[in-house]
């Protein structure tokens, strides 16, 4: 069974009236954590669409990078967004339940925010709504600052990367420290470990970004401590 076909099964019971909360519950764990990991940027995808007021052609393409949808799961997948557009429950009542779901690995969050913002930038204009979309969404998930700051800097155009912010260290963190904190930024974004917190095979592929940005941190501070 595809995912999108176990997706619509799960959002089959929301259409009959059962809680989002009580779908969520049965979808905690691998690997049925990649469906709910799967709606919850389809969700938050379309409560963003509504607060900047439009959805472009950019937005859906970058979409299915995200997630690679064959033909024949095409209708179900825009069952799946127009669901969740349509749905009365607000953007916050569906952050909320995801944070929940996930409770404290706040680096699944991250690779949510990840997605979100992928989406966001598509057509090549951060609309300041999507930005406050973007912020409460972080606010809600409790995501520190310094990492919410390090996802924007490498999506959003015009914005300067800081190497400490990306790596979530100070200018005045130890060497040691910052080493540490490297490498296990580089180990968090290793595919199988992605696969291993539920995230959906087609989503892995934007960690490949972000080691790019983790990887070019790290040359340029210990680039200045070598010189």
Same mark, same amino acid.
């Given at each position: 069974?595809?995912?999108?076909?176990? $997706?619509? !099964?799960?959002? +089959?019971?929301?259409?009959?009236?059962?809680? &989002?909360?009580?779908?969520?519950? %049965?979808?905690?764990?691998?690997? !049925?954590?990649?469906?709910?990991?799967?709606?919850?940027?389809? +969700? *938050?995808?379309?409560?963003?669409?509504?607060?900047?007021?439009?959805?472009?052609?950019?937005?859906?393409?970058?979409?299915?990078?995200?997630?690679?949808?064959?033909?024949?799961?095409?209708?179900?997948?825009?069952?799946?967004?127009? *669901?969740?557009?349509?749905?009365? +429950?607000?953007?916050?009542?569906?952050?909320?339940?995801?944070? #929940?779901?996930?409770?404290?690995?706040?680096?699944?969050?991250? #690779?949510?925010?990840?997605?979100?913002?992928?989406?966001?930038?598509? #057509?090549?204009?951060?609309?300041?709504?999507?930005?406050?979309? &973007?912020?409460?969404?972080?606010?809600?998930?409790?995501?520190?600052?310094?990492?919410?700051?390090? /996802?924007?800097? %490498?999506?959003?155009?015009?914005?300067?990367? #800081?190497?400490?912010? $990306? *790596?979530?260290?100070?200018?005045?963190?130890?060497?040691?420290?910052?080493?540490? +904190?490297?490498?296990? *930024?580089?180990?968090?974004?290793?595919?199988? %470990?992605?696969?291993?917190?539920? &995230?959906?095979?087609?989503?892995? @592929?934007?960690? !490949? @970004?972000? &080691?790019?940005? /983790?990887?070019?941190?790290?040359?340029? /501070?210990?680039?200045?401590?070598?010189?």
């Amino acid at each position: 069974m595809s995912i999108w076909s176990r $997706i619509s !099964e799960a959002l +089959a019971a929301l259409r009959k009236g059962e809680s &989002l909360a009580s779908v969520f519950e %049965r979808l905690r764990t691998p690997p !049925e954590r990649s469906v709910a990991f799967t709606i919850a940027v389809i +969700a *938050l995808s379309a409560k963003m669409a509504k607060a900047d007021g439009q959805v472009t052609r950019s937005e859906v393409a970058a979409f299915r990078e995200v997630f690679h949808i064959a033909p024949e799961d095409e209708p179900g997948a825009a069952r799946v967004f127009n *669901l969740a557009r349509t749905d009365v +429950a607000g953007y916050r009542d569906y952050a909320s339940r995801i944070a #929940d779901m996930f409770g404290e690995d706040k680096t699944v969050l991250c #690779d949510l925010m990840e997605g979100l913002f992928h989406i966001a930038i598509a #057509d090549g204009d951060y609309h300041p709504k999507e930005d406050a979309f &973007l912020s409460e969404v972080a606010r809600i998930f409790d995501l520190p600052d310094h990492r919410f700051r390090a /996802i924007r800097s %490498r999506y959003v155009p015009g914005e300067e990367p #800081d190497p400490y912010s $990306i *790596l979530g260290v100070d200018p005045e963190t130890p060497m040691d420290e910052i080493r540490r +904190a490297w490498r296990g *930024l580089v180990r968090d974004s290793h595919p199988d %470990r992605m696969v291993a917190r539920g &995230l959906p095979e087609e989503a892995v @592929k934007m960690s !490949e @970004k972000r &080691l790019v940005a /983790i990887n070019r941190a790290w040359e340029e /501070i210990s680039g200045k401590h070598a010189a």
